[in-house]
């Protein structure tokens, strides 16, 4: 299997790091073909903006969604575009990995997202029902994400739904609205007031998950 890793997380010493470690030694050892787009490493730009266009659709008004589909069409998007593009056609899976900041993923990860599903590739406004028609289909998605919070505040009833809520409208409302294949999560609950030990557990946890691909 083709596995693309979209890693955003700028400590490469920390738990999302380890966990990111992990990840590579077990797919490849699984036989997975593995291409990593480690987001803070790379730079990423995160902001689509006019800059992303080397030929412009229209160079008076700016409109993100023309402009997207005429640079895809006439090959002419910005370099790092078209690399992560290669990338996503190469995947049979995505996995994407990050913290929850200020209750959503890093603007970084938002910005590769904003710029790399672009439309004409990614879906096709056009198509009629969206959903059944994304241009992603055959392949398969899923997020791992590491939470401060607890399980229990994030559980149905509790005090804090951020996390289960994010990741549903992830799984809704850009993996399957580009006809990919919505996974289950791996989620890490209580990361800030977790110890050695059970970090080691949830690392083992992880693993086994990978293995069960």
Do not use: C
Request: glycine share 6%; no cysteine.
């Amino acid at each position: 299997m083709h596995v693309l890793y979209v890693y955003a997380h700028p400590e490469p010493r920390s738990f999302n790091g380890a966990i990111r470690d992990t990840a590579m030694t077990t797919l490849v050892r699984a036989g997975h073909e593995v291409k990593v787009s480690n987001l803070y490493v790379m730079k990423f730009k995160a902001v689509l903006d006019p800059h992303d266009f080397r030929i412009r659709y229209n160079s008076d008004r700016f409109d993100p969604a023309a402009e997207q589909v005429h640079g895809f069409r006439t090959g002419s998007l910005a370099p790092d575009i078209s690399e992560e593009i290669e990338k996503v056609s190469w995947a049979d899976l995505i996995i994407f990995q990050f913290p929850i900041w200020w209750s959503h993923m890093p603007a970084i990860l938002k910005g590769w997202i904003d710029r790399v599903f672009v439309q004409g590739f990614a879906f096709d406004p056009e198509s009629g029902n969206v959903y059944e028609r994304g241009l992603l289909r055959g392949k398969k998605a899923m997020i791992v994400a590491t939470f401060g919070s607890s399980e229990e505040k994030d559980s149905h009833g509790g005090t804090d739904r951020t996390l289960t809520d994010h990741i549903s409208s992830i799984n809704h409302s850009v993996f399957e609205f580009t006809g990919m294949t919505a996974l289950p999560p791996f989620i890490v609950f209580s990361t800030d007031t977790m110890n050695h030990e059970e970090g080691a557990r949830q690392i083992d946890r992880y693993r086994r998950f990978l293995e069960s691909l």
